[in-house]
Antibody
Framework: QITLKESGPTLVKPTQTLTLTCTFS??????????VGWIRQPPGKALEWLAL???????RYSPSLKSRLTITKDTSKNQVVLTMTNMDPVDTATYYC??????????????WGQGTMVTVSS | EIVMTQSPATLSVSPGERATLSCRAS??????LAWYQQKPGQAPRLLIY???TRATGIPARFSGSGSGTEFTLTISSLQSEDFAVYYC???????????FGGGTKVEIK
């Protein structure tokens, strides 16, 4: 059974850097084709894809946020970390991590974490 | 950037009726389209990928169709648990970006 869980601060101040961790089980990020992505959702709004990292350490970012994002993986700990710099109140959202398998699913996300709400406020 | 437009924004349907949701891409995404269901306070759930393939455990009343720029999600007979927000997502514009539509809320009529 695949599970993912996001963790990190619930409140950050403007201009600070946000660091979120996705801890997963039931799969390995060293298995060919596997990827983990980050998606966010501001309150009452639509989903927005942020970043994706693959088993081979290939990394992809949303062009509009690329300069602020870094995604890394720790295969031994079954974790994916997303950092976002220069946080702003408009970044207030629920942040999700999710699993995908290139080829089998394309880049559709079949299993999602429960999400973690991050508020940006001074 | 490919823009995904969903219509209508809100769909009022009676239980047992058929619901048809639309998703339009600003340029062709081939069949690289997924549909998700999201209920309040919950994470999205994958329903359909590859435009028409049901994900594991998804009931047969959910079906997807289309290719290129026009896609449809059909719920053949709405159950009480189907009232939710539905999102489409393209993954053809790759790299560099995956994009979601703005969502369609299916509410009880």
């Amino acid at each position: 059974q695949i599970t993912l869980k996001e963790s990190g601060p619930t409140l950050v101040k403007p201009t600070q850097t946000l660091t979120l961790t996705c801890t997963f089980s039931g799969f390995s990020l060293s298995t060919s084709g596997v990827g983990v992505g980050w998606i966010r959702q501001p309150p009452g709004k639509a989903l927005e894809w942020l970043a994706l990292i693959y088993w081979d350490d290939d990394k992809r970012y949303s062009p509009s946020l690329k300069s602020r994002l870094t995604i890394t993986k720790d295969t031994s700990k079954n974790q994916v970390v997303l950092t976002m710099t220069n946080m702003d109140p408009v970044d207030t959202a629920t942040y999700y991590c999710a699993h995908t398998i290139v080829g089998a699913l394309g880049d559709a996300f079949d299993i999602w974490g429960q999400g973690t709400m991050v508020t940006v406020s001074s | 950037e490919i823009v995904m437009t969903q219509s209508p924004a809100t769909l009022s349907v009676s239980p047992g009726e058929r619901a048809t949701l639309s998703c339009r891409a600003s340029q062709s995404v081939s069949s690289n389209l997924a549909w998700y269901q999201q209920k309040p306070g919950q994470a999205p759930r994958l329903l359909i990928y590859g435009a028409s393939t049901r994900a594991t455990g998804i009931p047969a009343r959910f079906s997807g169709s289309g290719s290129g720029t026009e896609f449809t999600l059909t719920i053949s007979s709405l159950q009480s648990e189907d009232f939710a927000v539905y999102y489409c997502q393209q993954y053809n514009n790759w790299p560099p970006k995956l994009t979601f539509g703005g969502g369609t809320k299916v509410e009880i009529k």
